[in-house]
């Protein structure tokens, strides 16, 4: 072992992207392998996105603006609050590891339900947090049960909404409840990295919520709807004293030039963004049907992504579809998750699925 790195860094398991197309070409010896494994936009930039990066290429040769205070309050503005309620990060994954390190010590508690968004874990680790697990019921996140997990020495607690993996909602009101349930001492991290894929008429929008609940932060990202994955921003928006704990552990100009213009971009066209939402949900009611008409359990898919709870058979599963050059993303024993892809790249899973050995279940 080199130097002498801290126990929890060296026991920490690397974060497992999904398996990029051409490194299952080359591992399977196929060719025309298709990523359906990160939930990320089936489309490339929208025109005035693409626009707005290539004019900020002018400008890598500076540092960008390490507040982003024109992207703030562009998004201020879109949720009609404060700008110093707005934070932005790299990627909202960014964010929940400064929220992580903001607010936990060594022993400190952290509650989410189980499963979801892996890197929750991850982060807890990083700052020797304990984590207490509340499993899913119906695949779908467990608010009662989740309430009674907060103990005095929780100091933050995950709601993940849709749920990633199973793409599951909890209603507003629920939300509500849950809010009124934890102890004003922990701080609630609403994550809605896909807010924008919600159809179901139980889900309204969150952002009231922080003008009656400070202890209440709700992450966004524009990798998912916006299509700006590979740019990495994301941002959060709750009370100004959390907004301020989360400033302080951002590391130097970590959103790039490129990020905030392309994010201030698609927020100006958010029609557009919209529209092509809409194209994904459409097809992800498609293939909901399509699987269920052949016998798959399907839970409610709110996300841009299916989850099939085949428990035992997800490896098998996952595999199988690689060998057909559909790579998704299993998770063992517990079920595979397939990113809304194009129309034809979602056709081209179905057909992979009816050809594989691993039935409906
Ligand atoms: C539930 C959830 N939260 C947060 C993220 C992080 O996304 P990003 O860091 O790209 O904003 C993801 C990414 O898949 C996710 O599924």
């Given at each position: 072992m080199t130097g002498r790195p801290r126990p929890a860094i060296a026991a920490l398991p690397a974060?497992?992207?999904?398996r990029s197309a051409a490194v299952v070409e080359e591992e399977r010896g196929i060719l025309d392998a298709i990523k359906l494994a990160s939930n990320e936009a089936p489309f490339g930039p929208l025109p005035s996105v693409a626009g707005a990066i290539s004019?900020?290429?002018?400008?890598?040769?500076?540092y960008a603006d390490h507040r982003a205070t024109a992207l703030r309050e562009d998004i201020a503005t879109a949720h009609a609050i404060d700008v110093d309620q707005v934070t932005v990060g790299a990627g909202s994954a960014g964010i929940l590891q400064q929220l992580?390190?903001?607010?936990?010590d060594r022993g400190d508690r952290v509650a989410m339900c189980w499963p979801s968004f892996e890197a929750y874990p991850l982060f807890a680790m990083l700052a020797e947090a304990e984590q207490d697990r509340v499993p899913l019921r119906d695949e779908t996140f467990d608010l009662e049960a989740l309430a009674g997990a907060i103990t005095a020495d929780t100091k933050l607690v995950f709601l993940t909404n849709p749920n990633n993996p199973t793409g599951t909602t909890v209603g507003t009101d629920e939300i509500e409840t849950f809010l009124?349930?934890?102890?004003?001492?922990?701080?609630?991290?609403?994550d809605e990295a896909y807010a924008e894929f919600v159809t179901d008429v139980r889900v309204a929008d969150s952002t009231p919520l922080i003008a009656h609940h400070d202890n209440l932060i709700i992450t966004r990202t524009f990798s998912k709807a916006h299509g700006l994955a590979g740019l990495r921003v994301g941002y959060a928006i709750g009370h100004r004293d959390i907004v301020s704990m989360v400033d302080r552990t951002l590391v130097p100009f970590a959103v790039n030039e490129l990020a905030q213009r392309a994010a201030q971009a698609s927020l100006a066209a958010s029609d557009e963004m919209r529209e092509r939402v809409a194209q994904v949900v459409s097809e992800r009611e498609r293939v909901a049907a399509a699987l269920r008409a052949d016998s798959w359990t399907v839970p409610d898919a709110q996300a841009n992504f299916v989850w099939l709870p085949v428990r035992e058979a997800a490896e098998e599963l996952g595999i199988e579809l690689e060998q057909r050059g559909v790579v998704t993303r299993a998770f063992p024993d517990v079920g595979v998750r397939v990113t809304i892809g194009?129309?034809?790249?979602n056709d081209r899973f179905l057909a992979a699925l009816a050809d594989c050995g691993v039935g409906p279940r």
């Open positions: 974060y497992k992207p999904g004019s900020g290429i002018e400008q890598i040769n500076l992580l390190l903001a607010y936990c009124q349930r934890v102890p004003t001492t922990c701080i609630v991290v609403l194009d129309v034809a790249s």
